[in-house]
C-alpha cells in the first residue's frame, strides 16, 4: 500500500499479479503492441474491420499496454535497462492520463501514486481497471481471442498477422 505524501491518503495499486492475471503472455502481448504502434505510426495500415476507434482512446490504450508489457518485462528479468524502459514508458502513460484526465479507468489519478518515481503502480492500477472493463480502445477481434498460455504457439490473425 502506498501513501500520498500532502494527503496521507492511502493508494492501493494492486500487485503485479493481480494487476497481470488476464493479460496475454509476454511473447503474443509483444507482438500485439508492436503491431498497435506500426499501424499508429502509420506504417502499417488497420487490418481490422468494424468501426472506427477513437483516436485518443487508441492512444491510450497503446500506450497503457506498452507500459504494462515493459512493467511485466522489467519484472521478469529486472535488469538495469528493463526498469528505465518501464519507468519510461509508465510516465509517458502519467503524462497522456494528464492531459486526458477522462480516460483515467482506476481510482487514483496518476498524480496520486507519487511516493514511486517509477509510477509503475499507476500502470498496474490502469491495467489492472482497463481489463475489467473490457479493454476499451482495442479492436474487436483481438478482444474475442483466447489468452496463450507459455509455449502456445501463435496462431494468425485476421489479415494474416501472427498473434
Do not use: C
Not at 482506476?106 to 472493463?133: C, F, K, M, N
Amino acid at each position: 500500500m502506498r501513501v500520498t505524501p500532502k494527503t496521507a491518503e492511502a493508494i492501493d495499486a494492486p500487485p503485479p499479479h493481480e494487476a497481470y492475471a488476464n493479460a496475454p503472455d509476454l511473447r503474443r502481448e509483444m507482438h500485439q503492441v508492436l503491431a498497435l504502434g506500426a499501424e499508429r505510426d502509420g506504417r502499417r495500415v488497420r487490418t481490422v474491420t468494424g468501426p472506427p476507434v477513437d483516436a485518443t482512446v487508441a492512444e491510450r490504450a497503446w500506450l497503457l499496454r506498452r507500459a504494462a508489457l515493459m512493467d511485466r518485462m522489467a519484472l521478469d528479468g529486472p535488469g538495469l535497462g528493463a526498469v528505465g524502459a518501464a519507468a519510461r514508458t509508465a510516465e509517458q502513460l502519467v503524462l497522456y492520463d494528464r492531459r486526458h484526465p477522462g480516460l483515467v479507468a482506476g481510482p487514483h489519478h496518476p498524480d496520486a501514486i507519487t511516493l514511486d518515481p517509477s509510477r509503475r503502480p499507476y500502470v498496474r492500477q490502469e491495467y489492472a481497471a482497463w481489463t475489467a472493463a473490457g479493454r476499451p480502445g482495442t479492436h474487436r477481434e483481438e478482444r474475442r481471442m483466447p489468452a496463450m498460455g507459455a509455449g502456445a504457439t501463435p496462431q494468425p490473425l485476421p489479415g494474416g498477422l501472427a498473434a
